[in-house]
Antibody
Framework: QLQLQESGPGLVKPSETLSLTCTVS??????????WGWIRQPPGKGLEWIGS???????YYSPSLKSRVTMSVDTSKSQFSLKLSSVTAADTAVYYC????????????WGQGTLVTVSS | QSVLTQPPSASGTPGQRVTISCSGS????????VNWYQQLPGTAPKLLIY???QRPSGVPDRFSGSKSGTSASLAISGLQSEDEADYYC???????????FGGGTQLTVL
């Protein structure tokens, strides 16, 4: 059973960089044809796609966040990571990591999510 | 304002059939596949429908997806109390070159 678990600070100061890691277990992060992604959800609001990546390192970012987002993968640790720079209160959200089920953006496996609050 | 437009709320009684719409454009719904997610309170979203009308293993056949032109729909038949949740449609948008979600529909089972 594939499992994903987000980890990282729950509180980040404005203008700093948010850093999260997703640890994958129960399956290989290098398995072909699947993509790994980050999705966020501000409190009481809807879902927003942040970006996706392939185990080879190819990345695809949301146009609205592209200038601030970096995603990377460490296959030796079965982890992939998200960095979001210059955060503001608007970046306060539950951040989910996920893997696709069949295609490029059909996320069929999700972590439980982690709340990141941006506040001084 | 979401690129994909969903009604903010929907409701039905147990046993009823309910449909939730997702209105998009030629850049997303028409040219790419639509996925649907169910999010129960306090939990991560769950993939309900992918590739417009395919159900992942384990999803009951009470849930079905369809698409016509610039709109997609999620139908839930034999409505149950445990179906009370938020539902989101999603698709790739060729204009934005990114994945987009609808604003979500809160389903209430009366």
């Amino acid at each position: 059973q594939l499992q994903l678990q987000e980890s990282g600070p729950g509180l980040v100061k404005p203008s700093e960089t948010l850093s999260l890691t997703c640890t994958v277990s129960g399956g290989s992060i290098s398995r072909p044809n699947y993509y790994w992604g980050w999705i966020r959800q501000p409190p009481g609001k809807g879902l927003e796609w942040i970006g996706s990546m392939y185990h080879s390192g190819s990345t695809y970012y949301s146009p609205s966040l592209k200038s601030r987002v970096t995603m990377s993968v460490d296959t030796s640790k079965s982890q992939f990571s998200l960095k979001l720079s210059s955060v503001t209160a608007a970046d306060t959200a539950v951040y989910y990591c996920a893997r696709t089920y069949s295609g490029f953006e059909d996320f069929g496996y999700w972590g439980q999510g982690t709340l990141v609050t941006v506040s001084s | 304002q979401s690129v994909l437009t969903q009604p903010p709320s929907a409701s039905g009684t147990p046993g009823q059939r309910v449909t939730i719409s997702c209105s998009g454009s030629s850049y997303n719904v028409v040219s790419n596949t639509v996925n649907w997610y169910q999010q129960l309170p306090g939990t991560a979203p769950k993939l309900l429908i992918y590739n417009d009308n395919q159900r992942p293993s384990g999803v009951p056949d009470r849930f079905s997806g369809s698409k016509s032109g610039t709109s997609a729909s999620l139908a839930i038949s034999g409505l149950q109390s445990e179906d009370e949740a938020d539902y989101y449609c999603a698709a790739w948008d060729d204009s934005l070159n990114g994945a987009v979600f609808g604003g979500g529909t809160q389903l209430t089972v009366l």
